[in-house]
């Protein structure tokens, strides 16, 4: 059970292959063909047997045939045959080469995989590679060089492309895997079994389109927990659906969520071929940046030039030395170096230079990479340099890539560098460009940790109330609210909003704005309009009765003409704002087509689509990753101090957020959302208009599922009294509890930790507790059990330190009906009943998913463990594949 349920298919013992006769190359398809030659061209570290579907016998002659993966390479019309028949041979996995399959074809090799328990990677795929295995289960090309990266690609010229390139360009592999169209094994699955491959260290993928985004995020999330990942995706389109109902819908495009995604994912999106395996390479050497200020040392100006434009363009920020740096450093350098900004070593820089000027740079605390730049010199040894740069590498601490400009004379140098594992490009824009990479791969690292609960630490919101208004205008077979109906449900999540009464006569409309005194803002109300001003349906700072009974006529008109259908509830009045510094935002609320939805931040008003400034994150949100979010939108440079006005209130926006991400967590009915525009000066926030589109949710909607990152499920949080006096509080595991369950692992005795972890390891390893507590709520759990605990420190004063005492956890498994257990119990709460309540609380988890069985593995010689089970109700048996463990099963 610790082997990942993709090792039959990625690293079988035995292989079956079905590509006609073996010695007849009449009888095999193209692809068969290809298959036989690649899969002879070295020996494969298990064992091979070729089977032949039209060969005479019986059943019973395949009875002492058994293999762990079936690669078959058949035409279409004998597929199913040969995947029947390594089902009877008990193959638990099967790769399809053959193409020409259509989709109800698949459906149906789908069905017979399903039932015969085999993890089917195909059809129409080109196979999979694993070098370290001799294993070259493909029709892509020859086997490639053993690497640390892996390559996972939706597109299979691009996979034949990639191999081609890696060959001439020294860059190995340790998997390839190229995906079908109608593949059963998908992404989601790969990507998993990647992340727990010991021999990849940084994955690359090229992906097209996925189909279910909660599977994705959450393989995607786990892989980039413990690995560098970097997606390459196809099919960018230009943003926007021009028939969305608000402005959110009209500006914000499928690839801006999807960037967004990448982002919270922790990985790391680029734009082109050559950029995913310049990113790969750096995202694996040994540091990686803290930051985006790039250090630059070079010896000729104008390249340090183009390489600091390029800073700018990309909006890194140019790392500098302070005076007294440079000062120092000045001592080491010729005469006519030049440290303003760039760290210009001059021309006639040799390695003791560039060795002095790398070490300044990787010694200051204001800089988190280097880039050196050498431009070939008569009489400078360029392979000397490089050879000085690959010896301090070793102890710089911070990432070192490397431009050296020309070709024929720097070959032996570039050799050099490649050998050291030092990032080294052609150009000073390609190294700037791979900086900034890894530098984003910090940032979305910092995003990927956060694992906010559905609802914030503010006041608690009017659920219910929101819910009713949403299920009374969707009784009236109404998708918009009207403006009041919009605002009202912003208010039911105490976000501020204006005061605004609807007049439905030109006398009303004069008697409302005498009452809310001067001056006023009149707006048309209709649910047939979505953008009021384009038929003149809003008017500001009106400033006295006459002005408001001309302003309601001219308006009734105006939208009469130029929208003559639509129908027309009255006019709205509200105060005009009295923030008169006060800047325009808007924030706003999009459904993706796959990801659900998604919320946006940028510059409010009416000229919203012609500014376009978006960002975008998914939800749920908490205060950093709304202050992220902030910060990533051009209006961001208008919040501070701006031109005589005040700072706004940064809480208060934030607040607002969070709020909006409320409501998209408790609300599925949520289709589209704008407050626009939101009013902030330093007083705070106020949401002026704003117009929200519904739509009944589906019932599969419930618990959350309607986000592709579940929330922190904060609501389970509970309170349990131990035997024998005290409490402690058992709540699902984060990321922060990291250092508290490092803690408790190396406080167990040796002989608990062994029961647990099957080894004697002393305490976690960093990709281990990374994957313990940066968990996936859908599709596993693990409750921690924390006490408080009094401790002297040096000072003599006595503070209570948070302690784990107790874990459980569950594991979908990957029929999606079964999970697989763990628990572990601190050796001093032993025999308080803890563990049992913990076991009992995971199992209730599991039931609450679906799941049917809950199974677990537990050393034979454990007789306490099994005693537990067993007064739980579990089953016990004999392990087959084990004799030292003892399966254990409950029926939920």
């Excluded at 969070?658 to 009013?679: A, G, K, T, W």
């Amino acid at each position: 059970m610790d082997k990942h349920f993709l090792t039959p298919l990625f690293s079988p013992d035995s292989i079956a292959v079905f590509a006609g006769t073996a010695d007849d190359s009449s009888s095999q398809t193209a692809q068969a063909q290809v298959l036989h030659r690649m899969l002879r061209a070295q020996r494969y570290a298990g064992t091979l047997v070729f089977l032949d579907i039209h060969a005479s016998g019986t059943l019973a002659d395949l009875a002492n045939t058994h293999a762990d993966l079936a690669v078959i390479a058949m035409p279409p019309a004998e597929v199913a045959s040969a995947l029947e028949i390594a089902g009877r041979i008990k193959c638990r996995a099967a790769l399809v080469i053959s193409s020409g399959i259509d989709a109800a074809q698949a459906a149906e090799l789908h069905k017979i995989a399903r039932r015969d328990g085999i993890h089917l990677l195909g059809p129409n795929c080109l196979g999979f590679q694993r070098p370290h295995l001799n294993l070259n289960a493909s029709v892509a090309g020859d086997l490639c060089a053993q690497g640390p990266l892996a390559l996972v690609s939706q597109s299979g010229a691009l996979t034949a492309s990639i191999l081609d390139w890696a060959q001439k360009n020294a860059v190995g592999f340790s998997t390839v895997v190229s995906l079908g169209p109608n593949t059963a094994v998908d992404m989601a699955q790969v990507l998993d079994f990647l992340a727990a491959d010991a021999h990849t260290h940084s994955i690359v993928v090229y992906l097209e389109g996925i189909n279910n985004a909660r599977r994705f995020m959450s393989a995607l999330r786990a892989a980039a927990n413990v690995k560098p990942v970097v997606v390459l995706k196809a099919g960018r389109r230009s943003a926007g659906n021009q028939a969305a109902l608000t402005h959110s819908g009209t500006i914000v495009g499928s690839d801006d969520v999807f960037d967004a995604a990448l982002r919270r994912a922790g990985a790391v999106r680029v734009r082109s071929f050559v950029e995913l395996f310049s990113a790969s390479k750096c995202l694996a050497s040994r540091y990686r940046p803290v930051g985006r200020r790039l250090a630059i040392v070079t010896n000729g100006g104008g390249p340090g030039v183009l390489a600091a434009d390029w800073v700018s363009e990309i909006n890194l920020q140019l790392g500098c030395l302070t005076p007294e740096q440079a000062r120092l450093l000045k001592l080491d350098l010729p005469p006519l170096a030049s440290l303003s900004d760039l760290i210009d070593v001059s021309q006639d820089a040799g390695p003791a230079h560039f060795m002095a000027a790398i070490a300044a740079a990787g010694k200051a605390p204001q800089i988190d990479g280097v880039l050196a730049i050498y431009s070939p010199r008569i009489g400078i040894d360029g392979a000397g340099i490089a050879t000085a740069l690959a010896d301090i590498n070793k102890r710089l601490g911070k990432p070192l890539l490397t431009c050296w400009m020309g070709d024929a004379s720097v070959g032996e140098s570039r050799r050099i560098l490649n050998d050291a594992l030092i990032p080294t490009f052609r150009t000073p824009e390609a190294a700037v460009g791979a900086f900034s990479n890894i530098a984003s791969f910090y940032q979305n690292q910092q995003l990927l940790q956060q694992t906010p609960p559905p609802l914030s630490d503010l006041a608690k919101p009017d659920v219910e109330g929101a819910r009713m208004l949403i299920e009374s205008v969707l009784a009236e077979r109404r998708k918009v609210l009207t403006e009041m109906e919009s605002k009202a449900l912003l208010a039911a999540f105490h976000i501020p909003v204006t005061k605004t009464i609807l007049a439905r006569s030109v006398t009303e409309a004069i008697m409302i704005s005498t009452q809310l005194g001067f001056p006023v803002a009149l707006k048309i109300d209709s649910p047939d309009i979505s953008h009021k001003s384009d038929v003149q349906g809003v008017a500001l700072n009106v400033l006295n009765a006459v002005g408001v009974r001309d302003t309601y006529n001219d308006m009734m008109q105006a939208v009469a003409r130029l929208q003559p259908g639509a129908r027309i509830n009255g006019v709205t009045v509200q105060n005009m704002s009295a923030q008169k510094r006060g800047r325009e935002i808007y924030i706003g609320l999009v459904t993706d087509d796959p990801f659900g939805p998604v919320i946006a931040f940028g510059a409010g008003g009416t000229m919203i689509e012609l500014i376009n400034d978006r960002a975008m994150e998914l939800p749920p949100l908490n205060q950093f990753l709304a202050r992220r979010l902030i910060e990533r939108s051009r209006v961001a440079e208008t919040l501070g101090e701006w031109r005589g006005a005040a700072a706004v209130n940064m809480e208060a926006l934030e607040q607002v957020l969070l709020r909006v991400s409320e409501m998209v967590c408790e609300l599925p009915q949520l289709r589209e959302m704008d407050i626009n525009p939101i009013i902030v000066d330093e007083s705070g926030a106020l949401a002026v208009d704003a117009r929200i589109v519904i739509d009944n949710a589906p019932p599969s909607a419930r618990n959350y599922n309607h986000l592709a990152i579940l929330p922190y499920p904060s609501q389970h949080e509970q309170l349990w009294p131990l035997h024998g006096g005290g409490e402690c509080t058992v709540r699902p595991i984060h990321p922060d509890d990291a250092t508290m369950l490092q803690e408790f692992v190396r406080q167990l005795s040796p002989e608990s930790r062994y029961f647990r972890f099957v080894s004697s390891m002393q305490e976690l390893p960093p990709t281990m507790l990374s994957r313990f507590t940066l968990i996936d709520y859908d599709r596993e759990m693990a409750l921690v059990a924390v006490t408080r605990e009094k401790q002297v420190d040096a000072n003599g004063e006595t503070t209570e330190v948070a302690c784990i005492v107790g874990v459980s956890r569950y594991i979908t498994n990957p029929d999606r009906t079964t999970c697989e257990f763990s628990l572990v119990v601190a050796d001093d709460f032993k025999g308080k009943g803890l563990g049992s309540r913990l076991m009992l609380s995971i199992m209730d988890f599991a039931r609450e998913k679906g799941l049917t069985e809950i199974e677990g593995l537990v050393l034979a010689n454990n007789p306490t463990m099994l005693k537990l089970m067993k007064g739980l109700g579990f089953t016990a048996k004999p392990f087959a594949e084990d004799a030292d463990f003892k399966l254990v099963t409950h029926q939920l």
